[in-house]
């Protein structure tokens, strides 16, 4: 069975040899079906069909509009009608990605750091433990500044409204607040909380396992 890559490679193969005008329709219709829940295999296939059908009327002097007509998501409007509603991802479980995503990038860090500098024991050391007090404001500062960050493009204006909707500046102090009280109880709980050793080797495999579990949720193929 052809796979998603090969038909995208065969497909964009196909989008060169069009004229420009049915180009920009045809990549109107790339958008409509990538942006739907069809099944990615399916979209690929349906896409291919209407890129080969499309150059051959082409040769015939059809443009894409007297064939697809003038909407182009409308030639695949019954499949993406049948194709069963995406789950958009809760904020908790966003939430839990964000905190493993952090966590995993820190791992790295300190296992890489730890491997470079194992000639120096002084700096060698100190990359070999680390306070449980990190474990849990990393992934809880990532968590602050990534709901910040989408808070904020939540009031990026649409593209046919000419300003920002209004800020949510309650919000902005909150986070803000809680970004400040973190700092203060790790001033105050840094030095309390035990610190934990974490060989390099050990960082290096939670690291690994962190990417490998992340894999199929964030480079999975389209």
């Known amino acids: 069975m052809t796979s998603v890559r090969q038909m995208i490679r065969e497909n964009n193969r196909i989008r060169e040899q069009m004229t420009p005008q049915n180009r920009s329709y045809y990549e109107d219709m790339i958008i409509a079906m990538r942006e739907s829940a069809v099944e990615p295999h399916r979209r690929e296939e349906l896409l291919l069909e209407a890129a080969a059908l499309l150059l051959k009327e082409q040769g015939r002097g059809r443009t894409a509009k007297q ?4 909407d182009p998501s409308a030639y695949f409007a019954d499949e993406m009608a049948a194709a069963p509603p995406r789950r958009p991802m809760t904020r908790t479980l966003r939430m839990l990605l964000t905190a493993w995503t952090s966590l995993t990038l820190l791992f790295g860090v300190i296992g890489a750091a730890g491997l470079l500098t194992r000639k120096d024991e002084k700096l060698g050391g100190e990359f070999g433990h680390i ?7 990393v992934p809880a500062a990532s968590i602050l500044l990534i709901e910040l960050l989408l808070k904020w493009l939540g009031t990026l ?7 920002l909707a209004a800020f949510d500046y309650r919000s902005l102090g909150l986070y803000i ?13 840094g030095s309390l909380l035990p610190v934990l050793p974490l060989p390099s080797g050990v960082s290096l495999g939670l690291f690994t396992a962190g990417v490998i579990l992340l894999h199929p949720i964030f480079l999975r193929k389209r």
């Open 67 to 70: 064939l697809f007509g003038s």
């Open 177 to 189: 607040g809680a970004a400040v009280a973190l700092v203060f109880v790790g001033l105050f709980l």
């Open 157 to 163: 204006p649409d593209a046919d409204q000419p300003r």
């Open 131 to 137: 306070s449980l007090f990190t474990l849990l404001a």
